[in-house]
């Protein structure tokens, strides 16, 4: 048994390919993801087993939907350790990817690890999402935005829906319970030139885990008032 196996085997229950060089840069980044977690806060999750099925697994749900295809450009918003980024571009590695976090050290570990994977067309930015995206190299760039546990839905469609192009789409990742919040963004989702698609529903393999993916498309361009700034969007939520 390599010791990806639940990688492999989980993926294999959604028929997504891997290979044995993947899974060896999956092992290698959770041997570095570890190893620096001794004395920069990571993550909480340090079991291997876990690690496989909460991160990577959790990751690649994502590819669940259809919608992550090679050569698309996409942006993890408030990235973090570098989950789902990572792990679906280790195995979709034509896919131009950006990695924003308000905090530099995790963008510098995520730098540092893309070059140790020898990941290409991987960008690291430490930034905040409201002021990147007035930008004109990053507004309505992207093909799929995402984000995984950080912010309200209304919130976050305010911080991600100004990245992608007409077309894109928003893949909020959730907990099992994201009806309230699905219900609470309508008007956010709307007034930022998004349509809601589906709240899907994903089994983690070799677990009891049931998470939640928002899937929202962007159907019109955005204001040019959008996104607020952090207070106003905090203080008034769409």
């Not at 990751?59 to 050569?71: A, D, P, Q, R, V």
Request: aromatic content about 6%; some cysteine; proline content about 4%.
């Amino acid at each position: 048994m390599s010791d990806m196996d639940l990688v492999k085997n989980g993926l294999s229950t959604w028929k997504i390919d891997v290979d044995d060089n993947e899974l060896n840069s999956l092992s290698a980044f959770e041997k570095e993801l570890l190893r620096v977690n001794e004395y920069m806060n990571l993550t909480a999750i340090v079991d291997h087993d876990e690690v496989q099925i909460k991160h990577f697994l959790d990751s690649f749900s994502l590819l669940t939907l259809g919608l992550i295809k090679e050569n698309m450009k996409m942006i993890d918003i408030g990235c973090g350790a570098g989950f789902p980024s990572i792990p679906i571009k280790i195995i979709l590695p034509s896919i131009e990817m950006t990695l924003l976090d308000s905090l530099a050290k995790r963008i510098d570990f995520l730098t540092n690890a893309a070059r140790l994977l020898h990941l290409q067309s991987i960008t690291g930015i430490h930034g905040r999402a409201e002021e990147l995206s007035r930008t004109p190299a990053h507004r309505e760039k992207y093909d799929i935005a995402t984000a995984r546990g950080v912010s309200n839905l209304s919130a976050l469609c305010e911080y991600c829906l100004p990245f992608l192009k007409v077309g894109g789409y928003f893949l909020a990742m959730k907990g099992p319970d994201a009806e309230a919040e699905v219900e609470n963004a309508k008007n956010a989702i709307g007034t930022l030139g998004g349509k809601l698609i589906e709240t899907k529903k994903i089994s983690l393999p070799f677990s009891d885990i049931i998470h939640s993916i928002v899937i929202i498309k962007k159907i019109s361009q955005i204001q040019t008032k959008y996104p607020r700034k952090q207070a106003q969007i905090a203080k008034n939520p769409l």
